[in-house]
């Protein structure tokens, strides 16, 4: 256990539609990092939030939207969902810098 | 790109055989990391190798750093059927990873 959570596990959507998915960081963590990892893939970095504030940014479209939280929390937005957009979402808290990610065990979305 | 590229993409042993795998990158870095993936779960950190470093061991883990090459290898000794699992390298130590390594340990 990373101490890390996600939710909700599983969700499926409509094309077109809009989701909010939400991540509960390590106490203490106050860097936040979001990835997208279709099957077969390796995890794609979608952003990172370090204190309230997005840090960096993938190869993402703005329609993929985040937000941290003082307590820790943080949510990954993404609006007018695409069939390519299906994936697990993995969220990673980790300290200061570079450091190791703790992940958490992600959030599978379907969109059809 | 910081992307690393695991090699090969595929390993398949027999329990108690030793895995090695390896990992390419392009620029300079600080650290490389090794995270070990299960099925459809989130990725648990392995290890942290820094840039001064040339080996570091970890359990039945040993990992190599070769700067020069921009090169590292993660070596699993004695290998379990629980190290089923895909193996990602990632240089700088966050963001971006490869394709990965997909470990089969067969009983």
């Known amino acids: 256990e990373t101490g890390v959570t996600q939710s909700p596990t599983h969700l499926i959507k409509t094309r077109g539609q809009q989701v909010t998915l939400r991540c509960s960081s390590q106490?203490?963590?106050?860097?936040v990092s979001w990835y997208q990892q279709a099957l077969g893939q390796g995890p794609q970095f979608i952003f990172q939030y370090y204190r309230e504030e997005e840090n960096g940014r993938g190869n993402f479209p703005p329609r993929f939207s985040g937000l941290q939280f003082p307590n820790y929390s943080s949510e990954l937005n993404v609006n007018a969902l695409e069939l390519d957009d299906s994936a697990l979402y993995l969220c990673?808290?980790?300290?200061?810098?570079?450091?190791?990610?703790?992940f958490g065990p992600g959030t599978r979305l379907t969109v059809t | 790109s910081q992307q690393g590229e695991e090699d090969p993409q595929a390993l398949s042993i027999q329990e108690g055989e030793n895995a090695t795998m390896n990992c390419s990158y392009k620029?300079?870095?600080?650290?490389l990391q090794w995270y070990r993936q299960n099925s459809g779960r989130g990725l648990v950190h392995l290890i942290l190798i820094r840039s001064n470093e040339r080996e570091k061991h970890s359990g039945r883990l040993r990992v190599t750093l070769d700067t020069s090459k921009k090169s590292s290898s993660l070596l699993i000794t004695a290998s379990r059927a629980a190290d089923t699992a895909s193996y990602f390298c990632?240089?700088?130590?966050?963001?971006?990873f490869g394709t990965g390594t997909s470990l089969t340990v067969i009983p």
């Open positions: 990632a240089p700088g130590g966050q963001f971006y």
């Open positions: 620029t300079s870095i600080n650290n």
């Open positions: 990673a808290s980790s300290l200061d810098g570079p450091d190791e990610q703790y």
């Open positions: 106490s203490g963590h106050n860097t």
